[in-house]
């Protein structure tokens, strides 16, 4: 949700289409820093929060971060930008800051992951508090690392505060990585592939896009749901796993306006089966 206009109107735009969750940037996504929410900001965020009944709010850090990158200037602006997001979501209450982890551009991928943890490790020190940072699965474009689940438990496990880091899954980012589940058997090999590798249990939040390419494509385009190479029967299958009916899940598909979220939303509701319909507690549309 765009905060255009201040950060609490993106609870406004949310409940206007009867959101139950919603992710945002604290600031521009494309700019390395940014003012400190005012107390004044802060108390009217969560007025509205409270007003509209919004309470699954996630925050998305900036594209600029990379903690993977050798660059020490690009490393040093990335961990202090981090900071002050991941800071701005104490401040808001918000539970769950979802950051890409990195890219190893001229290094390698060893180097990264422990560079991205050292960096982590940092953010947490300097922000004490109950929010997490949560470790985004990536598509495996160029250098990125976080297209497999073994690089994203490498930097988890290097992490001291384990408890304070979590995974937000991306169905086109793991999808386009190799990761298929448009099927009941590969939708069950890749969970239970995560939960050896990662566990279920840190698992807080998912985005749910459709992929314009083909799994092992290493693309990141992401399409409407059913529209896409994932297809219908793979949102089914993640809209009717009771295991994840309390995580929160965000729509990150194209976007004119409210309404295409609105259109994506309800396609997702009505993939559910009937007995899932009476647990959601909704109206057969």
Not at 77 to 96: G, H, M, N, R, Y
Not at 148 to 164: H, M, V, Y
Not at 228 to 244: A, P, S, V, Y
Request: hydrophobic content about 40%; charged content about 25%; aromatic content about 8%.
């Amino acid at each position: 949700m765009s905060i255009a206009g201040g950060l609490s109107e993106a609870l406004i735009r949310g409940a206007s289409i009867n959101c139950t969750a919603i992710q945002i940037f604290t600031k521009s996504n494309r700019q390395w820093m940014a003012k400190e929410p005012t107390r004044e900001e802060v108390a009217l965020f969560a007025k509205t929060k409270k007003a509209t009944g919004l309470v699954d709010i996630i925050a998305h850090a900036s594209y600029l971060i990379n903690m993977g990158s050798p660059d020490p200037d690009i490393y040093k602006k990335s961990v202090i930008a981090a900071t002050k997001e991941f800071k701005v979501c104490q401040d808001l209450e918000i539970p769950f800051l979802v950051i890409h982890p990195g890219a190893y551009t001229t290094s390698t991928p060893e180097k990264a992951i422990v560079s991205i943890a050292q960096g982590i490790e940092k953010i947490l020190h300097h922000v004490p508090g109950p929010s997490m940072i949560l470790l985004e699965t990536m598509a495996g474009q160029g250098t990125t690392i976080g297209s497999t689940f073994k690089e994203l438990g490498a930097i988890r496990e290097l992490i001291f505060d384990k408890s304070r880091v979590g995974i937000c899954l991306d169905t086109c980012h793991v999808f386009a990585a190799g990761y298929d589940i448009t099927t009941p058997e590969g939708y069950s090999s890749v969970w239970k592939e995560f939960d050896e590798v990662i566990g279920i249990s840190h698992l807080k939040a998912i985005h749910l896009n459709d992929s314009k390419k083909e799994c092992c494509s290493y693309i990141d385009r992401h399409e409407d749901i059913g529209e896409g190479k994932i297809g219908i029967e793979g949102f089914r299958l993640l809209m009717n796993d009771t295991r994840f009916f309390s995580i929160p899940k965000i729509l990150e598909t194209p976007k004119a306006d409210l309404q295409d979220d609105a259109k994506n939303m309800a396609t997702l509701k009505k993939l559910l089966s009937e007995e899932n319909r009476k647990i959601y507690n909704i109206e057969k549309t």
